[in-house]
């Protein structure tokens, strides 16, 4: 069974501040690594991928990946209140073409 | 044109109807995908169709029924549904259909079943 695990949340951050989004999985042959965004009754929205290891700078997007200890996160900088939403991580195992989603993190940012 | 367009957006139907879901995208995307996501859930995969074939169903009812007409298109025909099946109905295309490309998602379809 692969599973994608993420803390439900709510994370709450002031303004400003840098957030911090945690996933690990099981599968250690997993290759692509997806970050998606929904806002609330809305639909999810590819904000980032990674395949290697290190880091993806995106804007005030940056993934970071470390495969020997299977995780994958999102630090959002200069967090704002438009960044609330769940983020939800997906990741593509290997030999596999459908990614496995968490169950997502809640992400609050307040003024 | 980078969308995923669905229609409708909003939908309420008895038991006993029958309606169809509506997914169109012109990126050229080879691969299109039926997710149903309930509150506080991720999104779980219905069906898969690659190349306009039906590629993965999984184990969904046949009550769901999926069609491909062409690449730019995917309707979900939905008949005698249950109340547990009010759902938000995900269209979502990708390039390539190998996964590493990710997903274009539509913005949905709100479901209620009364």
């Known amino acids: 069974q692969k599973e994608v695990e993420q803390n439900s949340g709510p994370l709450s951050v002031p303004e400003g501040a840098i957030a911090s989004l945690n996933c690990t999985y099981s599968?250690?042959?997993?290759?692509?690594f997806f970050w998606y965004r929904q806002y609330s009754g809305k639909s999810p929205e590819l904000i980032m991928f990674?395949?290697?290891?290190g880091d993806k700078e995106d804007g005030r997007f940056t993934a970071q990946l470390n495969k020997a200890s299977q995780y994958v996160s999102l630090l959002i900088r200069d967090s704002q209140p438009s960044d609330s939403a769940t983020y939800l991580c997906?990741?593509?195992?290997?030999?596999?073409?459908?990614?496995?989603f968490g169950r997502g993190t809640s992400l609050i940012v307040h003024p | 044109d980078t969308e995923v367009t669905q229609t409708p957006k909003h939908l309420v139907m008895g038991m006993t109807n029958k309606k169809s879901l509506k997914c169109e995208q012109h990126?050229?995307?080879?691969?299109m995908y039926w997710y149903k996501q309930k509150a506080k859930k991720p999104p779980e995969l219905m069906f898969v169709?690659?190349?306009?074939?039906?590629?993965i169903n999984e184990s969904v009812p046949s009550r769901f029924s999926p069609e491909c007409p062409n690449s730019s298109l995917l309707n979900l025909h939905l008949h005698a549904l249950q109340p547990e099946d009010s759902a938000l109905y995900l269209c979502?295309?990708?390039?390539?259909?190998?996964?590493?490309?990710?997903?274009?998602f539509g913005s949905g379809t709100r479901l209620t079943v009364v």
């Open positions: 979502a295309s990708s390039q390539t259909g190998t996964g590493f490309d990710g997903y274009t």
């Open positions: 599968d250690r042959g997993s290759q692509s």
């Open positions: 990674i395949y290697s290891n």
């Open positions: 997906a990741v593509l195992s290997g030999g596999s073409y459908i990614p496995t």
């Open positions: 990126m050229g995307h080879r691969a």
């Open positions: 169709y690659s190349y306009e074939k039906l590629s």
